[in-house]
Structures are given as structure tokens and as C-alpha cells.
């Protein structure tokens, strides 16, 4: 079952903050997350692997809640490059199931 | 780096025509996927191959087979093709033992 993002869709001003959050139903033992600008393909941004994880790459970062089962990607201070559409993976017996992704689109 | 391609970037096709979508990795990986890509569903795993010649089916294997003669190449075929296959296909590789995928450019299909 695929994980589910929200929201599906956010508009930002360069230096606002975003949050995207994704939820499973199942018990979670790894989150990726992945931006995908439009026509391109999807590049990977970090995975989380144990409970309670914090990562950071830039100014983006993620959260890892194994107890609610649930991850958050967090965007500060956003700049026109972080546009795309962004998904969550999570990890099942060597592939990712994916969430349905939220576009988030970053205006000057 | 890794590199990921795809036979074609856009095709247009016949319902009913026997469609061949190739990828290739340069990397040596084992593990490699098919996706399709459909606004406000996601990336929604077709098949999944973790060696040359095995296959694993993903969530939405219907209407579409695969190949792994060789370790860098994975195909998807679509036996008959049909309207409700229009879509944007994305191809995966991932080395054994971690959890990284490295995307192609996509192919989008039309089925006509």
C-alpha cells in the first residue's frame, strides 16, 4: 500500500518553509525521499533509517517518527531550485513503494 | 557517475502493437525496476529484477512482461498495448546491498 503525502500540492515565496509529510499504514524501516523537477528525472535526496533520525542536506532536512510511522521533509528558506515534485519512498523487502508525491512549486 | 538511460524519450504507439522499452545501467548494479509515473498517483512499481534473468512483479504487473538477459539491460514489453498504458515510464538501478535508486529520463508512451 502506498504511503500517503501531504499535501498533495504547495505554492511558496522564495524564503518561505514548507513541510511535506508522509504517512504509512505500515511499519516503517526506511523512508527515501526523492525530487523530481519537471521533466526530469527523480534524484534521490536522503533515506532515513531508524527511528527518531534526523538528516540534512542544505537547507533541506527530514524527520523519521517510527511510532507514528510517519516522515517529514522540511524545506527552509526556499529558493526557486527547490520547485519539483517531491516523494517519499519507503522501503519494503528491496524496493521502494512510493507516495503519489506533492508538487511544490517555489514563486519569485 | 551512474548513468541510467532509456531507449527513447518519447514513443507514439498503435493499440494492439508489441512495445519494447529499454534501459541500460553502466554502473554493474544488480538490482533494477520499472515504474510508471501517472499525475496524482506517483511512481507505481511494474516489475523488479534483482539478478540477469530473474523478475519479481511489482504492484501493477498487468499487461506488461520483462527481460534481464544481461545485467546492465532491463525491458519492459508491452505484450498488446492499450490506451489506458499511456504513460510516463521510468527505469531504476540500484546496487546490491544499499537502498539508493538512480533514476532514467523517462519515457513517455502515447498509445493511440
Known amino acids: 500500500q502506498q504511503p500517503v503525502q501531504s499535501p498533495q500540492a504547495v505554492i511558496l515565496r522564495e524564503g518561505e518553509d514548507a513541510v511535506i509529510n508522509c504517512s504509512s499504514s505500515?511499519?516503517?524501516?526506511?523512508v527515501h525521499w526523492y525530487r523530481q523537477k519537471h521533466g526530469e528525472a527523480p534524484v534521490f535526496l536522503m533515506i532515513?533509517?531508524?527511528?527518531?533520525e534526523q538528516k540534512g542536506h542544505e537547507k533541506i532536512s527530514a524527520s523519521f517518527n517510527e511510532k507514528k510511522q510517519q516522515s517529514s521533509l522540511y524545506l527552509t528558506a526556499s529558493q526557486l531550485s527547490y520547485s519539483g515534485t517531491y516523494f517519499c519512498?519507503?522501503?519494503?523487502?528491496?524496493?521502494?513503494?512510493f507516495g503519489q508525491g506533492t508538487e511544490l512549486s517555489v514563486k519569485p | 557517475d551512474v548513468k541510467v538511460t532509456q531507449s527513447s524519450r518519447y514513443l507514439v504507439k498503435r493499440t494492439g502493437e508489441k512495445v519494447f522499452l529499454e534501459c541500460v545501467q553502466d554502473?554493474?548494479?544488480?538490482?533494477m525496476f520499472w515504474y510508471r509515473q501517472d499525475p496524482g498517483l506517483g511512481l507505481r512499481l511494474i516489475y523488479f529484477?534483482?539478478?540477469?534473468?530473474?523478475?519479481e512483479k511489482g504492484d501493477i504487473p498487468e499487461g506488461y512482461s520483462v527481460s534481464r538477459e544481461k545485467k546492465e539491460r532491463f525491458s519492459l514489453i508491452l505484450e498488446s498495448a492499450s490506451t489506458n498504458q499511456t504513460s510516463m515510464y521510468l527505469c531504476?538501478?540500484?546496487?546490491?546491498?544499499?537502498?539508493?535508486?538512480?533514476f532514467g529520463p523517462g519515457t513517455r508512451l502515447l498509445v493511440l
Open positions: 519512498g519507503t522501503g519494503e523487502g528491496g524496493k521502494l513503494i
Open positions: 529484477s534483482y539478478d540477469v534473468k530473474m523478475k
Open positions: 531504476a538501478s540500484m546496487p546490491g546491498g544499499e537502498e539508493t535508486q538512480y
Open positions: 532515513l533509517l531508524k527511528g527518531g
Open positions: 554502473m554493474d548494479h544488480e538490482n
Open positions: 505500515k511499519a516503517l524501516y526506511s
